[in-house]
């Protein structure tokens, strides 16, 4: 069974930055893609970034590209989002998520969730 653990999330100013991580518990952490998603009060839950098993192909939304950083540590079975420039529409809940996928396109579905972690973004 594979558990995924977000943290990192908190309130911080716009413009500013955190960086969130998502520890995967489990074996064969290199074989999962793995990805990010954010779902703010009242709206779906939206993509936000996405690393292959590798880390060599990444993806991101078109609303956090060129400010958020997606990675990964396979040795630590740990994946990353580091936020730059942070707004107040960035404000959500963040949630990683796993799939045992061998492309390094990005998955169109996900199976396993973790329970998520806050960011507020104050104007």
């Known amino acids: 069974q594979v558990q995924l653990v977000e943290s990192g999330g908190g309130l911080v100013q716009a413009g500013g930055s955190l960086r969130l991580s998502c520890a995967v518990s489990?074996?064969?952490?290199?074989?999962?893609?793995m990805g990010w998603f954010r779902q703010a009060p009242g709206k779906e839950r939206e993509f936000v970034a996405h690393?292959?098993?590798?880390?060599?192909?990444?993806s991101y939304a078109d609303s956090v590209q060129g400010r958020f950083t997606i990675s990964r540590d396979n040795a630590k079975n740990t994946v990353y989002l580091q936020m730059n420039s942070l707004k107040p529409e960035d404000t959500a809940a963040y949630y990683c998520?796993?799939?045992?996928?061998?492309?390094?396109?990005?998955?169109?579905?996900?199976?396993?969730w973790g329970q998520g972690t806050q960011v507020t973004v104050s104007s």
């Open positions: 489990g074996r064969a952490f290199s074989f999962y893609s």
């Open positions: 690393i292959s098993r590798s880390g060599g192909s990444t």
């Open positions: 998520a796993a799939v045992r996928y061998y492309s390094d396109s990005k998955p169109t579905e996900y199976d396993y």
